[in-house]
């Protein structure tokens, strides 16, 4: 098989993707350290380190050696595991809060290698700089983007509030590129949006679980039954979330299953990762004195839902969607998901550095691990009417080096026919089809998932439906 897009990179998840955990922060002690010490290993750490500092080149500081030495020896257990040195983990708890300091746009690779614009935040320095949906960012200040990466792209284009950053834009209907120069400011990042798409039914989208989000959803979906209180489906959007905040996960499937029940359970070497989790407000609430979910209309738990997910739906979005099919209270529509069935902890070391550790796995309600296999949908539905775009092209857990296996099940095969002539031809397609808006009339997974609420027939995958699909009950989810 020839080199696939997947290994190289070019297709990723999009602007979001290093926070594509469920996240505990915590500074519970850790377990006690073996008393036998690997004291040979250890020794040539020491000569190593002497070696560098009287042999290479030039002078290196001790502060950079020992902090490369933490950040390689963590980087080398899982692909989530990192130390954060100071900006990333302000980045870190910024992003958790909902708001950082940017440009406000929401970013993910194109086919080219290029960053492409997936839309600006309304009233952000990016909106009013005149930045555009479809536009490739080509150059960050004197950076080549070109096979940057998404991860290096967002640090570059973040920094500190009232600096500048130029970009270099190539657009469609511009002859020449066009050089915007933008000042980063504070942004407040809204993670939920939701509307009224036609009498009678309503989509709800979380982007990110965040610390605000299960406020912002409990006021959304209050405004949609107060303008539709017979609401007859309600379509979860959860594509494209990469994660977040465990109690953001747990919050949102409790306000729509059963009181009490069981969301997800955990296990991993610490008896505090040794855990069940539940639908009740000490295990979803950041405030001891509230609970942001007890004001919402009781015939929530009862509507018919669908949930929309993607291969970018990771890790928190997982555990959402992998509790509602278990207590088949939803459908679950669109594509496999991501695979991501880790808990990262995060355990500050001073006050401006920490580690984002794995610490366990996660599991759903019937005891399903989710890592490096992802939730299958009930329905699996392409993102356009032609076939699934660059979707299916995205990398996912089992792609990734050093992934932790599944513990319970075997992982999925790699797709044999994964061929690089065939990616280009489905990028050949992308290029010639207008950015995708989620929510819009042009949505052909929304619309497919208002057809199963209403009882219609739906357009299943054309290269992955499988003929028990072809013939499941149209009926609503109880």
Excluded: C
Excluded at 37 to 66: F, H, T
Excluded at 384 to 393: E, F, S
């Amino acid at each position: 098989m020839g080199p696939t897009l997947k290994n190289s990179g070019l297709v990723g998840l999009g602007v979001i993707a290093g926070m594509a955990v469920s996240m505990q922060f915590s500074a519970v002690a850790q377990k006690p350290l073996e008393r036998d010490m690997p004291l040979a290993e250890l020794r040539q750490l020491a000569d190593v380190y002497g070696l560098i500092k009287s042999d290479y080149v030039e002078s290196v500081e001790d502060k950079k050696l020992l902090t490369e030495a933490i950040s390689g020896m963590v980087a080398s257990l899982d692909p989530h595991s990192a130390y954060l040195d100071k900006k990333a983990y302000r980045d870190l708890r910024e992003g958790t809060e909902g708001r950082f300091v940017g440009l406000g746009i929401e970013i993910a690779a194109s086919e080219d290698g290029y960053i492409r614009i997936v839309s600006p935040i309304e009233d952000s320095p990016a909106y009013r700089a005149g930045i555009k949906a479809g536009d490739l960012i080509t150059r960050i200040d004197t950076f080549a983007v070109q096979g940057l990466g998404i991860d290096e792209a967002v640090k570059k284009m973040r920094g500190e509030p009232h600096t500048k950053v130029t970009l270099t834009i190539v657009r469609k209907e511009t002859p020449q590129p066009l050089a915007i120069t933008i000042t980063r400011q504070q942004i407040v990042q809204k993670s939920v949006k939701g509307k009224i798409v036609e009498p009678g039914y309503a989509w709800l989208r979380i982007s990110q679980f965040q610390e605000p989000t299960l406020d912002d959803m409990a006021a959304k979906l209050a405004a949609i039954y107060q303008k539709d209180p017979q609401l007859k489906g309600l379509v979860l959007d959860l594509r494209n979330d990469p994660g977040g905040l465990l109690q953001g996960a747990i919050g949102v499937s409790a306000a729509f299953l059963p009181k009490d029940a069981e969301v997800v359970s955990t296990n991993g070497q610490l008896a505090d990762s040794k855990q069940k989790f539940y639908g009740r407000p000490e295990f979803y609430s950041f405030r001891n004195d509230s609970d942001p979910l007890a004001r919402l209309p009781a015939a929530l738990k009862q509507v018919p839902m669908v949930v929309l997910v993607n291969t970018g739906s990771a890790s928190a979005s997982e555990i959402v969607a992998g509790a509602l099919q278990d207590y088949k209270r939803a459908v679950i529509l669109g594509s496999q998901t991501f695979g991501k069935g880790s808990v990262q902890t995060i355990r500050p070391l001073t006050a401006d550095t920490a580690v984002k550790l794995t610490t366990a796995r996660y599991y759903t309600p019937k005891g399903r691990s989710i890592q490096a296999k992802g939730i299958m949908p009930d329905f699996l539905v392409d993102e356009h009417a032609d076939g699934d775009g660059l979707n299916g092209l995205r990398m996912r857990e089992a792609d990734l080096d050093k992934h932790l296996s599944n513990d319970r099940d075997k992982e999925d095969a790699k797709n044999a026919n994964d061929e690089l002539e065939e990616q280009m031809r489905i990028m050949a397609a992308e290029r010639k089809r207008k950015p995708l808006e989620y929510g819009s009339a042009d949505d052909f997974q929304l619309q497919q998932a208002l057809n199963h609420l209403k009882g219609l027939p739906v357009q299943l995958s054309k290269a992955l439906a499988r003929p028990s699909l072809a013939h499941a009950d149209k009926k609503s989810a109880p």
